[in-house]
């Protein structure tokens, strides 16, 4: 599975999770159900990726910039260190997309 393709993977994941569309999470909305699944792609792909999905790509993607990306990854961290539901689902979503990546 090629980056690309486990990008867009964990974006459905994450659509399936919080009932929302690939094209929401474009949207400058900070509602937080779409904020939150934004920044739920963005740790599980720096997660799961690494260095292969650079902040300013995945930025791109949602149409932010790199600075957004790290901002959101430290707070999707921050919530998946404190919300044990949150963590939960992260770790479920990461196993998958490491498994579709074998």
């Not at 659509?15 to 963005?42: D, F, G, M, N």
């Not at 799961?48 to 999905?53: F, R």
């Not at 600075?67 to 998958?96: L, M």
Request: aromatic share 6%; proline share 2%; with cysteine.
């Amino acid at each position: 599975m090629t980056t690309k393709e486990a990008l867009h993977t964990i974006i459905e994941l994450i659509c399936l999770h919080y009932a929302t569309t690939p094209l929401q999470l474009k949207y400058a909305s900070r509602k937080q159900p779409i904020a939150e699944a934004r920044q739920a792609v963005w740790l599980i792909a720096h997660k799961t990726l690494g260095k292969a999905a650079k902040q300013a790509d995945l930025g791109e993607l949602f149409n932010r910039d790199r600075t957004t990306v790290v901002h959101g990854i430290q707070s999707a961290q921050n919530r998946y260190d404190t919300n044990k539901d949150f963590s939960r689902f992260v770790d479920e979503a990461e196993a998958e997309i490491r498994r579709l990546m074998k």
